[in-house]
């Protein structure tokens, strides 16, 4: 075996806790009420995104889904349980994020690039599934 093939299993873990160790500093935001960069309350920010740019009715309880996606979700992923159906929905918020920025799509400042990126890493993750070094391979369990 290669440097490279023996490699790659320990740096997809490395990528996949990497991945939601990114998403969890998102939610734990929301999670606790506090400022995170430039947004003051992130939870209203949400909230607000899902109302009024959206357009979609429940934007409190749905903020709440997405609270719990970036942190318990994030948590999911970083450990390796579950990591097909969490990396999926988050694919699916990283297009909603991205349609919700257009249809000026910004490239810069709160631009779409992250949320674009992140969006083909969650479906790359969802389609690769747990890998080796993850609770899901230690249970035995595979979703």
Do not use: C
């Amino acid at each position: 075996m290669t440097f490279y093939t023996r490699a790659e299993p320990i740096l997809y873990a490395v990528l996949r806790f990497a991945f939601g160790v990114v998403m969890f500093t998102h939610g734990l935001p929301k999670a606790l009420g506090i400022s995170h960069g430039s947004m003051a309350d992130p939870m209203a920010g949400s909230i607000n995104l899902i109302q009024n740019v959206m357009g979609l009715p429940f934007a409190p309880q749905l903020a709440f889904l997405v609270m719990l996606l970036e942190t318990v979700g994030a948590v999911m992923l970083a450990i390796g349980l579950w990591v097909r159906p969490v990396a999926f929905i988050i694919a699916l918020q990283m297009i909603g994020i991205s349609y919700a920025l257009g249809p000026t799509w910004p490239w810069i400042d709160r631009g779409i690039e992250f949320p674009v990126l992140m969006g083909f890493l969650a479906l790359y993750i969802a389609v690769r599934g747990s890998g080796d070094f993850a609770v899901d391979r230690k249970l035995k369990f595979s979703v």
